[in-house]
């Protein structure tokens, strides 16, 4: 028997067994290696906080809507960080694919069946440790924000939010050729942010971020600014922080209502723009030449290549029989937690 993630209600996770499957024609068997939790959108299932748990998002006309929600309790294999060896393959498919890693979206589970043209381009590069293959999507995520923040070189770029997906957006607009500001509240976030290449790292507690980055730009304000927290207080400081017409780029999944947006300030008199950035779509002028494979692999090259740094993201590795443990460590937010990730090795 194999095993699952179940959320049972608000803040219940459970290992429970899962028979296993066997490929049929076409299909490969993937035995998961890491799993790794993401802190944001999975955090919302694992808490009931999910708009797709209160409301049906209607496909056709793209709103959430009265009626049945669109998930319910119990919740079993969430989770789209995912790296597996493929361990066996069913009729017409290579046998040279057996022993391949592969990366993807498949929950947290021990094993997916997945078709042979699913995997093929999700291979995993060369890496420095299989377990980075985790990023693929998170990564994707990341990019696509600078993506959608057109960074261009000797722009002054501020990231709110020094999480998992800000820490790889941070090391991207720097790639891009941007001075990189990074806001958050954590110390060892903001300290992890400036020895991966960020310019500088600011507490909004203690620094006025928008007078800041003012001051580094000569009155003008930072050219564009990415929020990937989901706090509603940091996008209305990086709608202050950017200059007169310019961007800023919400990629946080925010919750709840956001009273402290005040849109009749900065907002209004500086003629902002605020681009949502979101992984089901690419902006309409790349959309005929990214999607979201290419941002992965694109993330997970980078990686191999040694230009992007995501392994010392990985905070705390935990064997996935002890999954609830590792839901409640990320719920409670210690500042030493960053990327926690679930290991199958052990079977």
Request: net charge negative.
């Given at each position: ?340 990730v679930l290991d199958y090795r052990a079977g």
């Amino acid at each position: 028997m194999g095993h699952l993630v179940r959320f049972t209600s608000p803040r219940n996770a459970e290992v429970i067994e899962q028979p296993y499957a066997r490929p049929a024609v076409g299909e490969v068997l993937i035995a998961t290696r890491y799993s790794g939790i993401s802190a944001g959108t999975e955090l919302t299932a694992y808490r009931g906080t999910n708009p797709y748990m209160s409301h049906r998002w209607d496909v056709d006309s793209r709103l959430f809507v009265e009626g049945q929600p669109t998930h319910s309790y119990p919740l079993d294999g969430w989770g789209y960080e995912e790296v597996g060896e493929i361990t066996e393959v069913g009729e017409g498919v290579d046998t040279e694919l057996i022993g391949r890693l592969v990366w993807g979206a498949w929950g947290h589970r021990s094993t997916a069946i997945r078709t042979a043209a699913w995997v093929e381009p999700r291979m995993m590069p060369e890496a420095n440790d299989d377990a980075v293959g985790i990023f693929a999507k998170i990564g994707a995520i990341a990019l696509n924000a600078v993506l959608d923040a057109d960074v261009h070189i000797g722009e002054t770029v501020v990231v709110f939010g020094a999480g998992v997906p800000g820490q790889i957006v941070s090391q991207l607009a720097r790639l891009n050729g941007a001075h990189v500001v990074v806001v958050d509240l954590v110390p060892e976030r903001r300290e992890l942010a400036l020895s991966l290449g960020a310019h500088e790292a600011l507490d909004p507690r203690q620094t006025d971020v928008a007078t800041r980055l003012k001051e580094l730009t000569g009155g003008r304000g930072a050219d564009v600014a990415i929020e990937i927290s989901g706090s509603y207080q940091a996008l209305h400081d990086a709608v202050r922080s950017v200059a007169y017409s310019s961007r800023v780029v919400a990629a946080g999944f925010y919750q709840g209502g956001g009273t402290q947006i005040r849109l009749g300030e900065e907002f209004h008199h500086n003629r902002v723009a605020v681009v949502g950035s979101q992984i089901s779509g690419v902006a309409p002028s790349l959309q005929h030449r990214w999607d979201e494979i290419r941002m992965s692999q694109t993330v997970l090259n980078l990686e191999s290549s040694g230009r992007l740094q995501l392994a010392p993201l990985v905070s705390h590795l935990i064997d996935a029989r002890e999954a609830a443990r590792a839901f409640e460590m990320l719920d409670e937010a210690a500042s030493d937690v960053l990327q926690v990730v679930l290991d199958y090795r052990a079977g």
